[in-house]
């Protein structure tokens, strides 16, 4: 199966935050990679991965890192893929640096961000999924499933109220 999406991120020790946007991807079936590619520590490895990723297959890339966080906007500057950047939760400004980091990128060179933190990382593995959807009746369908379960999960814990 060729692999569509590819989740980088700066560190391990972000997979915490980044197994949120797999979990999506795995429930939905899309085949994907993940890998720890730095812009700061692995430069060359980063230029390389962004380079040759539409070549490789890949119709997404969703990049997560915290603090100085530029993973995501450097990876969208060497390729013309979707890029979803997600601001990683720091310890030392709680992911606003991150944040910051990542949403505010010079016009011409987009990364779609998302918020900070584990939902940000299931939105990113969902918008990855509603990119692909729109050329793969399979995984809108598939969507389409999660979506009506969310809502029905939504309304009885709504009832559960009292
Ligand atoms: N922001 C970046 C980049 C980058 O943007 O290239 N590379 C690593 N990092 C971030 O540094 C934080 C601390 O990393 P360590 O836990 O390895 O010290 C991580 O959140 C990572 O994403």
Known sequence: MTIEVGVI???????ETMKHACD??????????KKVVSAHRTPDLMFE???TARERGLKVIIAGAGGAAHLPGMTAAKTTLPVI?????????NGLDSLLSIVQMPGGVPVATTAIGKAGATNAGLLAAQILSIADAGVAERLDKRRKETEKTVLESSDQLG
Do not use: F, H
Not at 85 to 93: E, F, N
């Open 49 to 51: 991965y962004a380079e």
């Open 9 to 15: 991120m700066g560190s391990t020790s972000d997979w």
């Open 85 to 93: 950047g997600i601001p990683v939760q720091s310890k030392a400004l």
């Open 24 to 33: 999506v991807l795995d429930e939905l079936a899309i085949p994907y990679e």
